[in-house]
């Protein structure tokens, strides 16, 4: 079974704050990927992929994968409250196969 | 709102209804995908499209019948649904070459009573 593990929240912080996500997988041959973000009643919105070991930023957004762990993570420096909304993490594991986990709910408090 | 539209947002169906979900993309993408979210549940890929031909039925009740009559258009015909048929139906396109960068319809909040 191809698993894709992330805390359902909701994920609470100030204003300002690092927000931290984390997503597990199951299939370590897994090769790329992805954070989705998706507001409420809205659909789901591409805003992260890594495909190597490491960190990879991109403005106030930090994706982190260790491959060894299984391990998949998003920052999000300097939160904001339009940051809230429910980040999905998604694994691809094979052509065209995207497994999403069940998402993380972040609010951010003025 | 991404260059991805379907049609109609909410649908309210009875349970020997027929109903069709239209899902059009102006990305230039060919490949294409149907998705449902329900509550709790992570995201369930139901069927992948590339260049016209289906290429994933990822063990869906006969009672969804996708068709994609070109690589712009996605339709998902239902007919004698369930009330746990019930949820968000979400179409999504990509290039068949990065077809793990998908970008998503608004989605369609189907309840089937």
């Known amino acids: 079974q191809k698993e894709v593990e992330q805390n359902s929240g909701p994920l609470s912080v100030p204003e300002g704050a690092i927000a931290s996500l984390n997503c597990t997988y199951s299939d370590r041959g897994s090769q790329s990927f992805f954070w989705y973000r998706q507001y409420s009643g809205k659909s789901p919105e591409l805003i992260m992929f890594?495909?190597?070991?490491g960190d990879k930023e991109d403005g106030r957004f930090t994706a982190q994968l260790n491959k060894a762990s299984q391990y998949v993570s998003l920052l999000i420096r300097d939160s904001q409250p339009s940051d809230s909304a429910t980040y999905l993490c998604?694994?691809?594991?094979?052509?065209?196969?995207?497994?999403f986990g069940t998402g993380t709910r972040l609010l951010v408090s003025p | 709102e991404t260059g991805v539209t379907q049609t109609p947002r909410h649908l309210v169906m009875g349970m020997t209804n027929k109903k069709s979900l239209k899902c059009e993309q102006h990305?230039?993408?060919?490949?294409m995908y149907w998705y449902k979210q329900s509550a709790k549940k992570p995201l369930e890929l139901m069927f992948v499209?590339?260049?016209?031909?289906?290429?994933e039925n990822n063990s869906v009740p006969s009672r969804f019948s996708p068709e994609c009559p070109n690589s712009s258009h996605l339709f998902l015909h239902l007919h004698t649904l369930q009330p746990e048929d019930s949820a968000l139906y979400l179409c999504?396109?990509?290039?068949?070459?990065?077809?793990?960068?998908?970008?998503f319809g608004p989605g369609t909040r189907l309840t089937v009573t």
């Open positions: 998604a694994v691809n594991t094979g052509f065209q196969k995207l497994v």
């Open positions: 890594i495909y190597s070991n």
């Open positions: 499209y590339n260049f016209k031909e289906q290429t």
């Open positions: 990305l230039g993408h060919n490949a």
């Open positions: 999504a396109s990509s290039r068949s070459d990065r077809a793990d960068e998908q970008y």
